[in-house]
């Protein structure tokens, strides 16, 4: 689960992490009032940031500093409602629906602090680089040397002398480095006691005046641990994510939108990115990774094809099941029911195996239904290739 930036500060001030003072913005006139409370505290200047779920907003407009309040005021006004695209976003962008006001800084050095599970180690790494300020995927691929990394035992967190490697390579001054060893503790706290799956901070500043600030911060969390956050759990924007996906979540259903025109429905994670594979390969693109999952029912089969459907790309739809737990017969059943309510016209190819098969098969022939059943996962991956075509 991703948060925005301004909810991402609240949490690490939580942690004694410092962060510029700021507030939320929903309006111009919240803005302005914003401006007004910083501009009075001493700010120098404000930055009006966008707030949306993808990175390189300032590229796209998303980021601008006001030097009076009237001008915070009329660049929110700009701002709010815009359709913000960027290198993540994608040529749809992002609708702006609120602001972070924050005050400026005397920013001396921008550097880059970042917490990620590295899935190989099978444990969290912590990361830190002098190049900051920039998108650090290219600071990896032009120069890998310029990423300073330590291996994180969890059982022990982040050591004081694994802070000090860190810290010393990064150019800061000796009275700022006991300051970085903390900042970067209690950024690694924070990220093991929310369950984080990526913390960063992009750019981690120095001021002129010594002080040190996540100027940005960027988390997301492993949905598998928010029972244990229910706190976190209530920061979930979802006018951000993919309405497809956050309607697939009702149901707990798996699902994550593509590009592709070939719908997918699957038991199983592990089967459906075979599906995917097989469909590549047979010259298709998949439209979507589907899981109605193990034990699913009549009924959540039903929501899973509606929401397949939904999709305006899909040419054609395959539904590749294994019958274990979810009988076979079982999903025949979601299948006609579904495909019956939404007066179903592309092409379905099926291919069953398991438990209670030939009852499934018995299903889907006395639907009345045009259903295309496949013997094998090629022939099916072929089949539903050609119907996309051919639609």
């Known amino acids: 689960m991703k948060i925005h930036e301004y909810q991402a500060k609240g949490i690490l001030k939580k942690y004694g992490v410092a962060v510029p003072r700021g507030e939320v913005a929903e309006t111009a006139e919240q803005a302005e009032a914003a401006a007004q409370h910083l501009f009075g505290a001493g700010a120098s200047g404000v930055v009006v940031k966008a707030q949306i779920h993808a990175g390189g907003r300032g ?3 998303g980021v601008k500093i006001a ?3 009237k001008e915070a005021g009329e660049i929110a006004a700009r701002m709010l409602g ?13 609708i702006v629906r609120r602001l972070l006001i924050e005050e400026t800084l005397p920013i001396e050095k921008e550097l880059y602090l970042g917490i990620v599970i590295d899935r190989t180690e099978a444990r969290p790494v912590f990361m830190a ?4 300020g920039m998108e650090i995927e290219q600071v990896a691929a032009e120069n890998p040397a310029a990423i300073l990394k330590e291996y994180i035992d969890p059982g022990l967190g982040l050591e004081g002398f694994q802070a000090r490697k860190l810290a010393f390579p990064l150019g800061l001054k000796p009275q700022q ?7 970067m503790t209690s950024l690694y706290k924070a990220f093991a006691e929310t369950d984080c799956s990526l913390m960063e901070i992009n750019p981690f500043v120095t001021c002129t005046d010594g002080r040190l600030f996540a100027l940005d911060a960027k988390i997301n ?9 229910p706190d976190i759990r209530e920061l979930r924007d979802i006018t951000e994510e993919d309405p497809l996906e956050v309607e697939a979540s009702k149901y707990n259903l798996n699902y994550i939108k593509l590009d592709g025109n070939v719908g997918c429905m699957v038991n199983g994670a592990g089967l459906a990115m075979a599906t995917m594979d097989i469909i590549k390969y047979a010259g298709g693109m998949p439209a979507n990774f589907l899981d109605v999952g193990g034990g699913a029912n009549a009924e959540q089969v039903t929501h899973a094809f509606e929401i397949l459907l939904s999709d305006k790309n899909v040419k054609a739809v395959l539904i590749n099941i294994f019958g274990g737990i979810l009988r076979v017969d079982t999903l025949a059943k979601g299948v006609v029911e579904a495909a019956s309510k939404t007066h179903i016209q592309l092409p379905v ?16 022939k006395q639907s009345g239904l045009n259903f295309i059943v496949a013997e094998t996962m090629k022939d099916a991956a072929e089949k539903v290739v050609a119907a996309a ?3």
């Open 221 to 229: 969390f492993d949905d598998n641990a928010l029972f244990r956050h």
């Open 349 to 364: 190819v099926l291919r069953l195996e398991g438990t209670n098969v030939e009852a499934g098969r018995e299903i889907l």
């Open 389 to 391: 075509r051919a639609s």
């Open 67 to 69: 030097k009076s309040v």
């Open 129 to 132: 680089s002098a190049a900051g």
């Open 82 to 94: 815009m359709k913000l695209v960027t290198h993540q976003t994608g040529p749809e962008g992002r």
């Open 177 to 183: 480095l006991n300051s970085a060893v903390q900042f």
């Open 59 to 61: 590229k796209g407009g």
